[in-house]
């Protein structure tokens, strides 16, 4: 194990790992995890693992599964994203300002057991590939229109499901500790996420 301080999320019957970093289903088209020698494994701090547990009898109850799409980032991981596509709105430019790079952070929404992803506003990671070619060339209002619905304020009366879905995500994991950022809908993080040292990854 290369730190005592992350703890591993695994597949069960309340947890689906899929890591867009792991796969070509992200921004950047590339599988860096994978790349790296990293793999599709979820890697959280304690508290954070204790936290989602606690999920534990609602996700029972609804029949459903909490998808986790990223989780720990390794830094170098991070910074091969950024430098595929070096944009700071997609992935700060240094790897300090990531919650994922200290374990204290996770990308996630709500599934069938089936692994069906619930509707939602946007994707769950709205940083696609085809807005990074647009913004790169200088096209930015179809990125910040889109960028819009992955806000937790966004409001759409076209998208009843979208919108309760995600408002449901929000009051689950407040409802055990965790923190939602105003911009991204799967983002949460530990509310003191900032106060924990980045950790450094490498392959044995
Ligand atoms: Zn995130």
Redesign the pocket.
């Known amino acids: 194990m290369f730190s005592e301080d992350l703890f591993e999320i695994k597949n069960s019957d309340l947890f689906i790992v899929d890591l867009m970093y792991a796969g070509l289903e992200n921004m950047t088209m590339c599988p860096v995890y994978e790349r790296i020698g990293f793999g599709n494994r979820a890697f959280v701090r304690k508290e954070m693992l204790e936290k989602l547990e606690k999920l534990t009898p609602f996700l029972r109850r609804q029949q459903l599964k909490l998808k986790i799409c990223?989780a720990y980032r390794p830094p170098i991981a991070h910074e091969m994203l950024h430098d595929i596509v070096p944009i700071p709105v997609f992935f700060a430019d240094s790897c300090q300002r990531s919650l994922?790079c200290r374990g204290a952070?996770?990308?996630c929404c709500l599934c069938y057991e089936d692994g069906r992803e619930l509707v939602y506003p946007t994707r769950i990671d709205a940083y696609e590939k085809q807005y990074a070619e647009q913004l790169m060339s200088g096209n930015e209002e179809n990125f910040s229109r889109h960028l819009q619905k992955a806000r937790h304020d966004y409001q759409n009366p076209d998208m009843p499901d979208e919108i309760a879905n995600r408002n449901q995500l929000k009051e689950l994991m407040e409802s055990i500790g965790l923190e939602a950022i105003p911009h991204?809908w799967?983002?949460y993080n530990l509310p003191n996420g900032a106060d924990y040292p980045l950790i450094v990854w490498k392959k044995d």
């Open positions: 990223d994922h952070a996770i990308d991204e799967w983002h």
